[in-house]
């Protein structure tokens, strides 16, 4: 099935909020990282990261990576005149991510409390905010 | 695609034409340019809230759709939503209302790479003292030498000024002003590299130096130079001198607090900005949003003329033209030495030209309250203060000549520019402690 990042990136968005309202943190938590990280690769891929060609529903192995280790790699790869305007949403220093692992969806529920997924929500809006912004400059369409 | 091209200039006017056809559908609509200039258009509320208008929209994507031709898109991506994209407050502040009619406003919301200050509001005034821009929108006509002997004449009569030297990508005044010796330690554009991390305010003590232009006056100038004798590599900082950042406010904003910071320590009478030649981002800044008098400095050419209608032509959109347009103030460079009165008066009926075609309301200048003004009115922003050519302004340095500026020359050259520029920034200011 052809990559969609966008779409995957709002569809892990309302899915972890509709979890995050029910008090499931540990799910609502594991999506929004999900959620960031499809946002960012939709923004990064407008702007000329290329896909793997022997995997083509994967990006380039450098950025074939999760959120956690993808928020820091996004101000580096968005250098540039225009690509710089949506590094400079982000804080690389301050990775609300770094608390994320993608392999917490083989633990247990009590692992992930809710102060771990409202930071984690923030961090899915702020990365949001950044594609938002990149429609609204015709980067994606 | 079928019929003739569209091109840029032509597809805002056919998106407006097309969009006013449908006015019952909303009473705000938004036309959205892209970074490309292509244009989509905005509804408020979602796709839900028009389910009973369907057929309607659907006309309208199409109608769009076939009208804006490479500035467009297919119908189905035609039409935006305001909730789908949750645009944030401070993005719809650059939005501004095109069209009124039919019960319906259609804004534009142009999304830029550079340029947004041109159009922007002014910042909120900080300072007590007046300031002046000092701008050419080509270079080379001297600009920054002009300053220089305005500033000498203003500290002769008494006044401390204070000059920033803002021409970060081709810096003049810093080393024209201070001899190598005299160099701060850091200048503007360290900065702003050091504000980008927060370190602004710990370089600031070491950024400020007196002139050694004026030491016999009774006045002083201070510059804040753009570069100090620690700046090190020039070009790598320069390049991170725009650079945006989450925590950091936008560049203008920074730029106001860094020369309001000087301000309330030094408290001058009279702050002079040297900005870059040319439509950039900062002279956009210092033009537009700092309250400052604006000098616009231009020979008499036709391209000096076009450059400047281009940039006049886009104030005409400008929220807050009534007040920008009170502080502009248009400076005839390099008038030759010979045919003063013919060259002058050439100059003022091009410059004339151009305030009514741009800046000048279209009304007879007797008119109360109009913004308006006769060809031979000597108080009008179009009626230019005159530099005149001079053999000593050639390969100006007066750090380095013992007797620095002669009175006499300076006189010759800028006697008039300096009287009308002294006039225009200190009007209403008390000047009983100066002279």
């Not at chain 2, 081709?170 to 330690?185: H, I, N, Q, R, Y």
């Not at chain 2, 370089?203 to 100090?228: C, H, Q, Y």
Request: include cysteine; proline fraction near 5%.
């Amino acid at each position: 099935m052809p990559v969609d990042y966008r779409d995957a990136a709002a569809r892990h968005f309302e899915d972890a909020n509709h979890l995050h309202s029910m008090g499931r943190w540990a799910n609502a938590d594991h999506l929004f990282g999900l959620s960031a990280e499809c946002a960012l690769k939709a923004v990064m891929l407008a702007l000329g990261m290329r896909m793997n060609p022997k995997k083509p529903d994967k990006p380039e192995a450098r950025y074939a990576v999760h959120i956690d280790k993808l928020w820091m790699q996004f101000p580096a790869f968005a250098s540039g005149r225009q690509a710089a305007k949506y590094a400079a949403l982000m804080e690389p220093q301050s990775n609300p991510f770094q608390s994320w692992d993608v392999n917490q969806r083989y633990h247990h529920r009590s692992e992930i409390t809710r102060e771990r997924a409202d930071q984690h929500k923030d961090g899915a809006e702020k990365a949001r905010a950044v594609l938002k912004m990149a429609e609204l400059d015709g980067v994606i369409i | 695609m079928s019929g003739p091209p569209v091109f840029f200039e032509q597809a805002l006017t056919k998106a407006l034409e097309t969009v006013k056809q449908f006015h019952g559908l909303a009473r705000e609509v938004t036309l959205l340019r892209d970074f490309r200039g292509r244009i989509r258009l905005l509804l408020p509320g979602s796709a839900v809230d028009y389910r009973n208008k369907e057929r309607t929209i659907k006309r309208l994507a199409d109608s769009l759709s076939a009208a804006l031709g490479g500035y467009g898109f297919p119908p189905e991506q035609m039409i935006l939503y305001h909730e789908a994209l949750a645009i944030a407050a401070n993005e719809w502040s650059d939005r501004f209302a095109l069209d009124q009619s039919d019960g319906m406003t259609i804004h534009l919301l142009d999304r830029q790479i550079t340029g947004q200050d041109w159009l922007k509001d002014p910042f909120t005034p900080q300072n007590s003292n007046p300031r002046a821009t000092l701008f050419g929108v080509k270079g080379g006509v001297g600009r920054s030498t002009a300053l220089i002997i305005w500033a000498w004449h203003l500290a002769q009569r008494g006044k401390r000024v204070l000059v920033f030297d803002l021409d970060l990508e081709s810096p003049g005044v810093s080393s024209t002003l201070l001899p190598p010796e005299a160099m701060p330690d850091f200048g503007i554009v360290d900065w702003f590299v050091e504000d980008g991390v927060g370190q602004g305010d710990l370089i600031t003590p070491e950024m400020l130096a007196v002139s050694p232009l004026a030491s016999g006056s009774r006045g002083d100038i201070k510059i804040v130079p753009a570069f100090g004798s620690k700046t090190g590599e020039y070009l790598p900082k320069l390049a991170r001198c725009y650079a945006q950042s989450a925590e950091a406010a936008p560049w203008g904003e920074r730029l106001e607090r860094m020369v309001t910071s000087f301000e309330r320590n030094e408290q001058p009478d009279l702050v002079l900005l040297d900005s870059r030649a040319g439509v950039h981002d900062i002279a956009a800044v210092a033009i537009t949003r700092m309250n400052a008098f604006s000098l616009l400095f231009a020979v008499d050419s036709a391209q000096t003329w076009r450059a400047y209608s281009f940039l006049f032509s886009h104030w005409k959109r400008h929220a807050r033209l009534s007040d920008l347009r009170q502080r502009m103030q248009i400076v005839a460079a390099m008038v030759p030495e010979t045919n003063r009165g013919e060259h002058l008066k050439r100059f003022r009926e091009h410059a004339w030209d151009l305030f009514r075609e741009c800046l000048y309301d279209e009304v007879p200048a007797e008119a109360a309250d109009a913004f308006s003004f006769d060809l031979n009115d000597e108080e009008a922003p179009h009626y230019p203060a005159p530099v005149f050519w001079h053999r000593a302004l050639q390969e100006f340095e007066p750090c380095a000549q013992a007797e620095g500026i002669e009175g006499k020359m300076a006189a010759e050259a800028m006697g008039l520019f300096m009287d009308r520029a002294d006039r225009l920034v200190f009007a209403g200011v008390d000047e009983d402690n100066a002279e």
